[in-house]
Structures are given as C-alpha cells and as structure tokens.
C-alpha cells in the first residue's frame, strides 16, 4: 500500500477498530494478542512493521519482549532449526509442535505458521484440514502458504473458513527443485506475472504478503498496488513491512548467508565462546565451584 493510499483511505480497519487499535505496532507491553485487524490499522497509519521467524518458546519469547508484533513459525524450520537441506520435508507434525511452542512462548505478537510443502498442494480442501489444525491445536493466529494465482482458491476457502492467510510470492522456497533460488520477476513478462500473483493473493482475501528475492522497484510497484501491506525479504526498502530468518540476523547460521539479510549480532561466536570456556572449567577443575555446590 502507498503512503498516498493510505493518507485517502480511513483510520478505521475493516471490522472496526481492536482494543488499544492505534496503537505502534512495533514495542509496547500490550496484554493482548496483535490480529491482522491491527495489521491493517498499521498499514492504514504508513506504519512499516518487522517480522522474525521464530521455532521454539524461549527464542520467541525474547522476541516478543522485544516487541516484535509479527513473528513467523517459517518453514525455514527445515534449514534453521531441524537439520534438513531445504524446507522441503518439514511436515505438518513438525509445524504444529513448533508453533505450539512458539505460541506457549509468546503474550502479545501475531503468530503466523506456514502451510509446509505437501499440506496445501492437493487443493483448498487439504489446504482447510491442515491450516484449521494450525489454528486449533497450536493455537496460531494465521497461517501463510507460497502461489500467487496457483494458491488463490486455497486462500479464499481458509479466508472464508475465518481463517486469516499472508500469502508468499516471488521466491518460493518450496519450489527449489522446480526454480532454484535467484531473484524473481526480472524482465517484463516476469514483472507482469509477479503482479498477477500479487492481485489474486490479494483478491482471494490474504490480509499481507510476503515477496520474496524480488528486485526494489518491482516490490514498490506491488507495494503502490495493493492495499493490503507487502513483506518483504530481498526486496529493498519500499515494502510495507520486513522480515528476517532470525538464525540469519542474529549470526547463528554457519555458511554463507543471502546477501539480504543483516547480521545483527554473533550469536555462533557467543555460543562458541561460552561452550569452550564451560569445557575448559570442567577439564581444569574450577567448575562447579562452591557457589555451585550444596551440602
Ligand atoms: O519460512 C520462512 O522463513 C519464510 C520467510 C523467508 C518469509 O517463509
């Protein structure tokens, strides 16, 4: 969304406005859970929001003292956090225990699990029986699938079901196998497609999307056209809102990392520092000490 559209449209979310609506997304101490309805005030206000992923309590409930307002049960889960290659054979028991987790782990943020590959491919259906169990058993507030035109009757039918989707265009990791990982929407016919995804994700009711690896001024362009916010990642500075692989912006993935993400801090060293540090106390003798001892 623009800041014009914005500036034209009312303050007032679609549904009228939550408790403590108004509000910055970003920050606070709220008691209660950001919903999408709070995603739109924002989004209505020109507000930009971040998002993290997240895959287990303790991390997430840092986040969310941090106040991160959105966090991401990713299916990045797979490379992240579970040892997989790709997020490829992250399953649906995998995501529901995970976003549980996260869920137990957090008080105020918007948490989103993703449909994982296989769990919404054979149609709207599968797409309902696996998200309403996000919804219910995790206790998730959203759920997000990758497709733009190829996703929308999935979309609607959770949309209709009261359940709220982000969608996820551009670079769909899922799809590796199928497109590898480059930057999408290069050239007109790309660019013309990326937009069509953009609309029926849009049109089959998402409350955001994500757009992924795309260049900057395609993900403008998407930005200006719809009303519903754009998150980007890879996708320069003019989306709606960010988000980040938290393993990546905090330094805890070994290897390379995409050109996109920031690195907000060494989380690998700290880790490596204090295990060595623990290791040599015990080999030498000085831990426990006596304030670690009892009686
Ligand atoms: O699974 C994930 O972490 C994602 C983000 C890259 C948006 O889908």
Redesign the pocket.
């Known amino acids: 969304m623009s800041l014009q559209a914005a500036q034209n449209q009312s303050a007032t979310p679609p549904s009228g406005p939550a408790p403590g609506a108004g509000k910055a997304l970003y920050g606070g101490k709220s008691t209660r859970r950001i919903t999408v309805h709070d995603i739109a005030a924002a989004s209505e206000r020109g507000e930009k929001w971040p ?1 993290l ?1 997240a895959y287990d309590a303790m991390t997430a409930s840092v986040f969310d003292e941090a106040g991160i307002p959105v966090m ?1 049960v ?4 797979g490379n ?1 956090h579970l040892g997989y290659e790709t ?1 490829v054979p992250v399953t649906m028991d995998e995501m529901a225990m995970l976003s549980a987790a996260v869920v137990r782990g957090t008080k105020r943020a918007l948490i989103v699990a ?1 449909l994982p590959f296989g769990a919404y491919q054979e149609g709207p259906v599968q797409a309902l029986r696996n998200a309403t169990r996000l919804i219910k058993d995790a206790g998730v507030g959203a759920v ?1 699938l ?1 497709g733009g035109e190829r996703s929308h009757e999935q979309i609607r039918l959770l949309v209709e079901a009261g359940i709220p989707v982000m969608g ?1 265009i551009g670079l769909t ?1 899922q799809s590796v196998n199928a497109m590898g990982y480059r930057v999408q929407g290069r050239g007109e016919e790309a660019a013309q497609q990326l937009l069509r995804d953009a609309k029926a994700v849009q049109d089959a009711g998402a409350f955001a999307v ?1 757009l ?1 690896l795309v260049p900057a001024e395609l993900a403008a362009e998407v930005t200006r056209t719809l009303h519903i916010p754009t ?1 980007g ?1 890879g996708a320069g500075p003019d989306t709606d809102a960010q ?1 980040l ?1 938290y393993t990546d912006m905090v330094g805890l993935t070994g290897g390379k990392v995409p050109r996109f993400t920031k690195q907000y801090a060494n989380m690998r060293q700290v880790l490596t520092d204090a295990a060595k540090e623990y290791a040599e106390e015990v080999i030498g003798g000085t831990f426990p000490a006596a304030e670690h001892t009892f009686h």
Request: charged residues 25%.
């Open positions: 998002m992923t991401l990713g299916d990045s889960m992240c997020t993703d997000k990758e996820h990791p994500v992924e998150v990642i988000v692989v």
